[in-house]
T-cell receptor, first 111, second 114 residues
Framework: AQKITQTQPGMFVQEKEAVTLDCTYD???????LFWYKQPSSGEMIFLIY??????QNATEGRYSLNFQKARKSANLVISASQLGDSAMYFC????????FGAGTRLTVKP | NAGVTQTPKFRVLKTGQSMTLLCAQD?????MYWYRQDPGMGLRLIHY???????AKGEVPDGYNVSRLKKQNFLLGLESAAPSQTSVYFC?????????????FGDGTRLSIL
């Protein structure tokens, strides 16, 4: 069963604007962790941000924030003030009993 | 500050050939993982290890074997390569399997099976 769903295969955003990348997940475990990774064209996987299922506040890391809506089982990544270097694939992942990744969203930042 | 290092970065094999992918980490992590990445499917776990001398199957283990003889190294073997194994392979490591522990990835190995 698909545990992580990223419904946007591709997204475009204008430089300096904010963008939201969607992620929904499915688990019956009350304890889980949510992660976002960035994969630039060079191929490496870069850890961006983490949100725990019991965290009361949305996680933030610099220009990245995670819009965590537990009842909806969504963990959307918000990138503020987009930069050209943000163009990449973005993967949402969830860890409960194991770690599962979504199919990814390709973000393109336009100048 | 090497982190996780994968070798080789690229390889082309013929069907039926064998090869080993090497993963080395210098972060003293107990846990190591091998994933494959295919278009439209994200990353799928092949095998993982919770410590030296131990390995376990992941989501897609068929056609692969692994070994963890040293804590810092995790080897992925293809005994008889098949075109369906054409993929990008990622190794990752983590300090623990706690929910808040991110996995640290290598740069990937692009493998083509002809």
């Amino acid at each position: 069963a698909q545990k992580i769903t990223q419904t946007q295969p591709g997204m475009f955003v204008q430089e300096k604007e904010a963008v939201t990348l969607d992620c929904t997940y499915d688990t019956s475990d009350p304890s889980y962790g949510l992660f976002w990774y960035k994969q630039p064209s060079s191929g490496e996987m870069i850890f961006l941000i983490y949100q725990g299922s019991y965290d009361q506040q949305n996680a933030t890391e610099g220009r990245y924030s995670l819009n965590f809506q537990k009842a909806r089982k969504s963990a959307n990544l918000v990138i503020s003030a987009s930069q050209l270097g943000d163009s990449a694939m973005y993967f949402c992942a969830m860890r409960d009993e194991d770690m599962r990744f979504g199919a990814g969203t390709r973000l393109t930042v336009k100048p | 500050n090497a982190g996780v290092t994968q070798t080789p970065k690229f390889r082309v094999l013929k069907t039926g050939q064998s090869m080993t992918l090497l993963c080395a980490q210098d972060m003293n992590h107990e846990y190591m993982y091998w994933y494959r990445q295919d278009p439209g499917m994200g990353l799928r776990l092949i095998h993982y290890s919770v410590g030296e001398g131990t390995t376990a199957k992941g989501e897609v283990p068929d056609g692969y074997n692994v070994s963890r003889l040293k804590k810092q190294n995790f080897l992925l073997g293809l005994e008889s390569a098949a075109p369906s194994q054409t993929s990008v392979y990622f190794c990752a490591s983590s300090y623990s399997m706690a929910l808040d522990q991110p996995q640290h990835f290598g740069d990937g190995t692009r493998l083509s099976i002809l």
